[in-house]
């Protein structure tokens, strides 16, 4: 499953870096996936949609054992 997740997180990388952000693949736990956005996305008022309505949607859709996708880290 980890492997999936890394995939489809370095699907979405390029259109984060297109905005001045990044994400970092943290873990997985209780399958719950843990990241960190950076770059532009960090400090970002649009950062808790892009999470839900982007990363998480779409991790979702390709890995669907996946129930969430929560920021481990806010700085």
Request: proline fraction near 4%; charged fraction near 35%.
């Amino acid at each position: 499953m980890e492997e999936k997740v890394k995939q489809a997180i370095d699907e979405l990388r390029p259109f984060l870096m297109n905005d001045g952000g990044n994400i970092e693949f943290i873990k997985i736990e209780n399958n719950t996936v843990y990241v960190n956005l950076q770059g532009a996305c960090v400090g970002c008022p649009m950062r808790e949609f892009t999470l839900k309505e982007g990363v998480e949607k779409i991790i979702k859709e390709k890995v669907p054992e996946v129930k969430e996708v929560k920021l481990i880290n806010e700085n």
